[in-house]
């Protein structure tokens, strides 16, 4: 039986949770593709991209398609100065656990231990994990690839774009909005 403070806490955490995505989703959010959508073509190659300055205005939707067209595992990420700060540091935490590699995502195998089975041979049942990427301000593009990403400037302030991969936004593979 839970105690009623035990239910209270759940309960102000998940609706916590619910308020801080909802006013997320209303600040800035990524919209459903639209075929009035302005589109906006982006060019990656190794450790840049062709645009310093995209100029959009409050409330447009912008369809961005990005290509890549170098040899390197590229982001194209929307977000404030520290998000982009933020953001990089998960980055660095997936390749240094080995789930990016500067080309792609690497599948991990994650052995399961055999319950009952009185044998250490194999050690266990393989699981194959699948990086993924899900992020709704961001998208990940492998060498020789394009992915779109559309967007609604809904949130007035600074907002930049960059490849939060280590050391390609330090190389200067970022961009700024103008205009919101």
């Known amino acids: ?52 300055v995209i100029k959009v205005s409050p409330g447009e939707t912008v369809r961005f398609v990005v290509k890549n067209e170098g040899s ?35 599948d991990k195998i994650v052995w399961r231990e055999r319950s009952g089975m009185g044998d250490s041979n194999p050690p266990g049942i393989p699981e194959v994990i699948r990086a993924t990427h899900t992020d709704a301000n961001a998208i990940m593009i492998e060498p020789g690839t394009t992915k779109e990403l559309v967007w609604t400037f809904n949130q007035q302030g600074a907002l930049d774009f960059a490849c939060t991969l280590p050391g390609h936004y330090q190389a200067g593979e970022r961009g700024r909005f103008a205009g919101v």
């Open 72 to 106: 390197y595992l590229h982001e194209f990420n929307i977000g404030t100065a520290v998000e982009q700060l933020e953001h990089q540091r998960e980055m660095v935490g997936l390749f240094k656990s080995g789930i990016l590699t500067p080309t792609g995502f690497s």
């Open 1 to 52: 039986m839970t105690s009623l403070p035990a239910t209270l806490l759940i309960g102000l955490l998940i609706g916590g949770t619910t308020q801080n995505a909802a006013a997320t989703q209303e600040a800035n959010k990524a919209a459903q593709a639209n075929p009035m959508a302005r589109v906006v073509f982006v060019k990656l190659d190794d450790i840049s991209n062709d645009h310093s």
